[in-house]
């Protein structure tokens, strides 16, 4: 039997309602810089392609995973949730990033909510800042991805399950819930097995097979409208025999993939500590109350500690699965860091569950551990932020020196690098980056040996890092973002951009022309033309291109290649080409056969060269 010992509050002296207002102005804060972000973000491919299919599915002939259709290279909620809510309020990057806005903030709402009941009020509201104080995930959350969608999901599933004493119709909801967000994105397919368990251990196993059951029927439904082609989502996940009874309805492995990126270990390395930099308080905080552990005794209730049991699980389980899906493949490396922001809520939570219960007493075999962990972590935060601050380190002034001695005047770290080593600057940026964080990191572990001394003689000195850690890092959340927390266009509404470019590609081009696109990796300007039928697989861009393979199986999928390629030119009546992809295209669009409408000088971003020409066959 845990002990309950009584313990104060976080801040006994203060009002409760200051709390509450806190949080208020923690949501202000993550508003106005969600709407900041939503006009002044570029459309990138990703975005383009779930408001576009999900219009198609919505408003057309069109439907998830049908043959020589539309690619449904995600579940299918990733697409009906945004298609029909632009059916309803209209097509375009408002619509999209409006929605992604929405459940950004009910997330901080659901997040407040199981915060409250797990850790209070105060800790609640620092919760909600957690994110407030985030702006690269943030900046994630405000655009029509699927980032934000599956967030408020998960915060949603917390809310209602974790705690005890919920009722029964609500742990059914997130059951239902966990089987859709498997919907939209199925590698969150751990949320359900692990949630079932957790309210198994918790509840009892009635609730938990009702609940399991609930989400069970999500993903039957699903599999049983879009049969047999949903398979083609689980297929790379199964063993070669397995997947052989299901080869009819997989992506076709021939042709060459054009998207083929290598990545060395340095870039992922990169792309981890990326992740760690942005999702700090999640990652560090998880890492850190792992190493602190509490003693049984510690925890106030046997809810807590199964509900820090159940956080630590679901985020490491999803950590892990998306790591290999990331970092550990080359298809898209540097993906980690959204990645995590399906998750990351599960993490915060799990901080605020056990952050009063964190051991304070721990052996030194782990206060070795989490001094080391520190001198990692600010290493680590050293090398990936060389982008922001490798530069400027070496562009510093240092002595000059010869022969050992101090010469007159001065010269920059470069210099001295360049002279002594002759690297490549990319890599002097890295190598300065790394041991500015490893410096920072031993001055931080001495400091606070020197206070622990001074000032707190009889604290453990684990304990003492491991919430000093967290405490800093939350308040320079803001500086880790880096440049990942600026606007791309600050000074330019790129949503506006995109809906005047859109109209007038719908003014020029007559409906049933047939249109070849190398209009840049986003199609969202298209949502704003729903006459122009573009050829579908190139909605995808270059991630669904290859080189060789059949033709029809290639486009039985959602595929192209480049026999499709040189076909669509030579047949279609319009190619709608971005300015700076033009000279590439050039020998395409011969004077003899092509004419060039007059130029619309709006472009779809500040990026020079993202204007759009359009080319119209004599």
């Known amino acids: 039997m845990i002990a309950t ?49 999900g219009l198609l599915f919505a408003t057309q002939d069109h439907r ?18 945004p298609g029909t809510v632009q059916a309803v309020f209209g097509p375009g990057l408002l619509t999209g990033r409006g929605l992604a806005i929405f459940f950004g903030t009910l997330s901080l709402v659901a997040v407040w909510t199981a915060a409250r009941r797990l850790g209070g009020k105060w800790l609640a509201a620092l919760a909600v800042w957690t994110l407030a104080l ?53 590698n969150m397919l751990l949320v359900l097995p692990l949630l079932a368990l957790y309210i198994w251990w918790e509840y009892g196993w009635k609730p938990a097979l009702y609940a399991g059951l609930a989400g069970a029927a999500v993903l039957i439904y699903f ?30 492995s021939a042709g060459k993939l054009v998207w083929d990126p290598q990545i060395d270990w340095s870039g ?28 049984q005794r510690a925890w106030a209730a046997q809810t807590e500690f199964r509900a820090a049991v159940f956080l630590a699980a679901l985020f490491v389980g999803l950590l ?16 980690f860091t959204p990645y995590v922001s399906f998750f990351n809520v599960s993490a915060i939570l799990f901080v605020v569950v056990i952050l009063r219960a964190l051991e304070r007493d721990a052996h030194p075999v782990r206060q070795a551990l989490i001094v080391l962990a520190a001198l990692v972590i600010f290493t680590g935060i050293g090398f990936s932020a060389f982008e922001d601050i490798g530069d400027g380190l070496l562009a510093l002034d240092v002595p000059r020196v010869r022969d050992g001695q101090f010469q007159p005047g001065f010269t920059t770290l470069w210099d001295v690098i360049s002279n002594k080593f002759n690297p490549e600057r990319n890599l002097a940026e890295k190598a300065v980056s ?40 939350l308040v320079v959340s803001p500086l880790l973002s880096g440049s990942a927390g600026r606007p791309d266009c600050a000074d330019e509404d790129t949503i506006a951009a995109n809906e005047q470019v859109g109209r007038r590609l719908a003014e020029v081009i007559p409906p049933g022309s047939r249109v070849y696109w190398n209009g840049g990796l986003s199609v969202a300007p298209l949502l704003y033309a729903p006459h122009i039928a573009i050829y579908l697989p190139q909605i995808n861009d270059g991630y669904a291109y290859r080189i060789g393979g059949d033709v029809q199986d290639l486009l039985k999928y959602g595929l192209w290649n480049d026999v499709l390629a040189v076909q669509w030119k030579q047949e279609a009546d319009y190619i709608v080409v971005e300015s700076w992809r033009y000279p590439k295209m050039k020998e395409d669009l011969p004077e003899s056969v092509f004419e060039e409408l007059p130029r619309f000088p709006v472009q779809t971003s500040c990026i020079e060269g993202s204007d759009l020409r359009i080319f119209r066959r004599k």
């Open 5 to 53: 010992p009584a313990r104060p509050s976080l801040t006994e002296k203060w009002p409760a309602w200051l709390a509450g207002l806190l949080a208020i102005l923690g949501l202000v804060v993550y508003l106005a810089q969600a709407a900041w972000f939503a006009r002044t973000s570029i459309s990138d491919l990703d975005e383009g392609a779930y408001l576009y299919k």
């Open 64 to 81: 998830p995973f049908e043959t020589f259709g539309v690619q449904t290279n995600k579940a299918p909620l990733a697409f009906l949730i």
């Open 134 to 186: 985030s702006p690269a995930v943030i900046k994630i959350y405000s655009m029509g991805v699927t980032q934000s969608t599956v967030a408020c999901l998960m915060a949603l599933i917390l809310a209602l399950s974790l705690g005890g004493k919920r009722p029964l119709w609500q742990l059914i909801l997130a059951g239902f819930l966990a089987g859709a967000v498997i919907m939209v994105r199925q």
């Open 223 to 252: 599999h049983f409208l879009y049969w047999p082609y949903i398979i083609q989502l689980w297929t790379p996940w199964l063993s070669d025999g397995i997947r052989t009874w299901f080869e009819a309805y997989s992506l076709p």
């Open 268 to 295: 992922r390395s990169l792309s981890f500590f990326q992740g760690m930099r942005f999702h700090f308080v999640a990652m560090v905080g998880l890492g850190l109350g792992l190493l602190l552990w509490p003693k």
């Open 320 to 335: 892990l699965m998306h790591s290999w899906a990331s970092i550990s493949n080359d298809y898209c490396v540097f993906c």
């Open 434 to 473: 790394t041991a500015a964080g490893a410096f920072l990191g031993l001055v931080f572990l001495l400091a606070s040996f020197i206070i622990k001394r001074w000032k707190f003689p009889r604290l453990n000195y684990g304990y003492l890092l491991a919430v000093s850690i967290i405490i800093i890092g």
